[in-house]
């Protein structure tokens, strides 16, 4: 009994010392106050080279602005019946920006819109049209704001966003939030701009992390939960595990074919 006694204390100690080194899994555990409030650093998002964009532009008399669409964001060509489009669908017509950061727009030709917000190239374009167009309105969508999201995250993949404002926790809740195996204090954002691979690493234990520039997130941002010792050394032990069990398997396919000869020789020596 007294064996079992020290057994049971010994067992007890080990959770113990695991719960003191498991990972906070709050967010912003810093925070104690019932309300208060945070500053935030949000920059705007610029075009770059390869974006896609989805550029309508409309006015009181569609006729008017027909010649700036492309044929599905015709507005003029839907009403008067010389398109069909189905609307339950999400084919559209998009400009694709070149290497150089320029698209070729109908009547204007070509543009460059690198460097500019989707709400800067909606003005430049509201102006050049309005010489000819009264009263146009341009509406500009970036259309491939896509995020990596992997390591420790319920669901890993690459999610697309319908909106430029983006943060990390907008992020983590597409796919699913983290794991329990997350280490919240130790998520690394990596960013390319101008042909250079950036990286910052942010602690969502600290509400200090809404202040960084990395917390809000831009198009093509990959976003890295790295995984907890534990998880690491499951990992570890699997792969360990998995490599043993294959070469027992070779030893015993191995040793299997050997009797199988030395059956096959005793019975034609008899």
Known sequence: MKAIGKLLM???AVVALTGCKSSNLAYFSDITATEGSLPIIKSDIKIEPNDELLINVSSEVPEATSIYNLPYNNPATRAGGDMIVNHTTTQKQTYIVDKKGDIMFPILGKIHVVGMTTAQLAEELTRRIAKDVEA???????????VNVM????????????T???????????????????KRHNVTVWREEDGVVTYHKLNLN???????????LKQNDVLYVEPSESRAGQADYNQNN????????????????????VIALVINNK
């Open 10 to 12: 010994a067992c007890v």
């Open 136 to 146: 146009p309105y341009v509406r500009v969508e970036l259309m491939n704001f896509n």
């Open 151 to 162: 390591g420790e995250v319920q669901t890993p993949g690459r999610y697309n966003f319908e």
């Open 164 to 182: 430029e404002r983006v943060s990390v926790l907008d992020a983590l809740a597409k796919a699913g939030d983290m794991s329990v195996f997350g």
């Open 206 to 216: 600290d509400s200090k992390a809404y202040s960084s520039p990395y917390f809000y």
């Open 242 to 261: 998995s490599y043993k069990v294959s070469v027992i398997s070779a030893i015993v396919s191995g040793v299997s074919v050997i009797t199988s000869l």
